[in-house]
């Protein structure tokens, strides 16, 4: 546009169109809108090296990192997926939140896998020194109760199925995983920690979709924890 303007402008000079004074009034009107258009390219090129900028610095751990587990988001994946993994030291206050929904959703159909410490072994001995307020004797306690209401009898028919194994290690994180063979398969790491309350574990998602290298990475440590475990008890 500003480019017409002054060629039309220059046009009309040569050819004696125009007065000086129109001229130079049109001259300096293509000048202001130059002085324009380069002010708001400058100001266009600012914000993109910004944004280029925010982009490549490294994001804060923040934005990253929660210090919970969504307690819904959990539900609706034990309801609504085909397969569900959990694993953890003894999933104490998950086992015992979401028994109903398990057990229910076993009964639907659902295919679930519980990796957990072995009960009375050492590696539990192991992870009452690094909880709080916990025995290796109360924690293998609650552990095996918990299991035992799991795995009790289902009225009706169970048409999925129910797997729990034990480990002979402490592991270093809890991992809950829904529909984890499929495109839209989801894993939440919860990175175990020092005598710290539950709520103030660092915890984080993956995504085949979003993060296809780590989700394959931490998708094949827990099968390869899972292979290496010994079977526990089934449903049904």
Known sequence: MTLIAAVTFGIL?????????????????????????????????????????????????????????????????????????????TLGIHLVSYADEIRRAVARGLHIRILVIEPNSPAMSIAASEAENHSASELSSNLEANLRRLVSPITGAVSGKLEIRTLSHVPHNTVIASDPSTEKGKIVMRIATFRADHWQRPTFTVTRQNDPGWYEFFKAQFDKKWESANPYASLP
């Open 13 to 89: 000079g040569l050819v004696g169109k125009a007065s000086q004074e129109v001229i130079t009034s049109g001259i300096l009107a293509v000048l202001a809108l130059v002085g324009f258009s380069l002010l708001r390219m400058r100001s266009q090129g600012e914000r993109i090296s910004k944004s280029l900028t925010e982009i490549s610095a490294r994001p804060s751990a923040d934005r990253f990192f929660s210090e919970v587990d969504d307690r819904d988001e959990i539900r609706e994946m034990i309801s609504s997926s085909r397969e569900v993994w959990l694993h953890g030291w």
